[in-house]
Antibody, heavy 116, light 107 residues
Framework: QVKLLQSGAALVKPGASVKMSCKAS????????VSWVKQSHGKSLEWIGE????????NFNEKFKGKATLTVDKSTSTAYMELSRLTSEDSAIYYC?????????WGQGTLVTVSS | DIQMTQSPHSLSASLGETVSIECLAS??????LAWYQQKPGKSPQLLIY???SLQDGVPSRFSGSGSGTQYSLKISNMQPEDEGVYYC?????????FGSGTKLEIK
C-alpha cells in the first residue's frame, strides 16, 4: 500500500532554514507529481508546489516562490522541501502528497516551529 | 488565484441526519473539485474527487455534486465518525486552492 513517511518535527530559529523529507513507498515514485501542502495551526490548507520526480520539473504557488525549494532523490524515492529565511509565519504542519489535481495519499505531516 | 468559498463555517447535526456543505469557486473549474475530511491531529482524507466520484473505501453515505462554480458535499445518515473538518479543493488551475473548511459536529 502507498505510504509516505515524513521526517520528524523541527524547532528552528528565525532566519534559519529547514529541510524536511518524505519517503514514498507502495507506488512508482517517478510516475506521480508530489505536492507539498501547508497547514498553519487551526487554519486551512495551502498548496505550496509540486515536483515531478522523473524530471525534477516543478510548479509553485507564487506565494512560496523563493521560500520553498523542492528536490527529489529517485534512488531512495524521497522528496524533500527546504524552507528558507524562516519567520513565525512559517510555523505550521507541512504535508507531502502525491497526485494530479487531488490527493488520495498524505504523509503524517512535519511540524515546523520557528522560535528563538 | 481561484478562490474557494465554503459554507457554512460550522454546523452540528444529529445522528442519522443528512447534511450538506457548499463550495463556490470564483470561476468555473470544470468539475475538478475534491472534498476532504480531516480529524484532529490527522492528515486530510480524500472523500470525493472530480466533483462526484467516491474515493475507494469511503462510505456511500458521502456524495458530491455540482458543476461550473457551485459544488456540494452531502452526508446522509450522519454517523459519530463523521465529525471533523471538511475542505473542498480545486484542481483545475494552478495554484491549487482549498476552501476555508467546515467544522461538522454531532448535536
Amino acid at each position: 500500500q502507498v505510504k509516505l513517511l515524513q521526517s520528524g518535527a523541527a524547532l528552528v530559529k528565525p532566519g534559519a532554514s529547514v529541510k524536511m523529507s518524505c519517503k514514498a513507498s507502495g507506488y512508482t515514485f517517478t510516475d506521480y507529481w508530489v505536492s507539498w501542502v501547508k497547514q498553519s495551526h487551526g487554519k486551512s490548507l495551502e498548496w505550496i508546489g509540486e515536483i515531478y520526480p522523473n524530471s525534477g520539473a516543478t510548479n509553485f504557488n507564487e506565494k512560496f516562490k523563493g521560500k520553498a525549494t523542492l528536490t527529489v532523490d529517485k534512488s531512495t524515492s524521497t522528496a524533500y522541501m527546504e524552507l528558507s529565511r524562516l519567520t513565525s509565519e512559517d510555523s505550521a504542519i507541512y504535508y507531502c502528497t502525491p497526485g494530479v489535481g487531488w490527493f488520495a495519499y498524505w504523509g503524517q505531516g512535519t511540524l515546523v516551529t520557528v522560535s528563538s | 488565484d481561484i478562490q474557494m468559498t465554503q459554507s457554512p463555517h460550522s454546523l452540528s447535526a444529529s445522528l442519522g441526519e443528512t447534511v450538506s456543505i457548499e463550495c463556490l469557486a470564483s470561476e468555473g473549474i470544470s468539475n475538478y473539485l475534491a472534498w476532504y475530511q480531516q480529524k484532529p491531529g490527522k492528515s486530510p482524507q480524500l472523500l470525493i474527487y472530480y466533483a462526484s466520484s467516491l474515493q475507494d473505501g469511503v462510505p456511500s453515505r458521502f456524495s458530491g455534486s455540482g458543476s461550473g462554480t457551485q459544488y456540494s458535499l452531502k452526508i446522509s445518515n450522519m454517523q459519530p465518525e463523521d465529525e471533523g473538518v471538511y475542505y473542498c479543493q480545486q484542481g483545475y488551475k494552478y495554484p491549487f486552492t482549498f476552501g476555508s473548511g467546515t467544522k461538522l459536529e454531532i448535536k
